[in-house]
């Protein structure tokens, strides 16, 4: 499966990844909005949005982009790695 991750922190980048990878998921991880997100999304299985951190540009660019394309959004309000792990529990398996 084919995660996009939005918001979070930027030090966690590469934990975010590790947690994926451990669901048997590859993540693209965006903490930061640099360039046209819209490019590089991709077409994911599903996204993850951590709505605590991240701005509300970005947050409205991801929504927008998920629904031209179809994509499954699981809003997540903190940006744990316990969060993370339990979005991915709940929609990997279903």
Known sequence: MNVVIVGGNERMTCRYKDICK???????????????LRKKIGCPDFMVLFVGTVSHK???????????KEIPIVRVHSSSVSALNQALENYASA
Do not use: D, P, R, Y
């Not at 451990?22 to 046209?36: I, L, P, S």
């Not at 970005?58 to 031209?68: F, G, L, N, T």
């Open 22 to 36: 451990n669901h048997g998921c590859v993540a693209k991880v965006f903490t930061k909005e640099k360039g046209m």
């Open 58 to 68: 970005m947050a409205i660019s991801a929504v927008e982009e998920a629904k031209a």
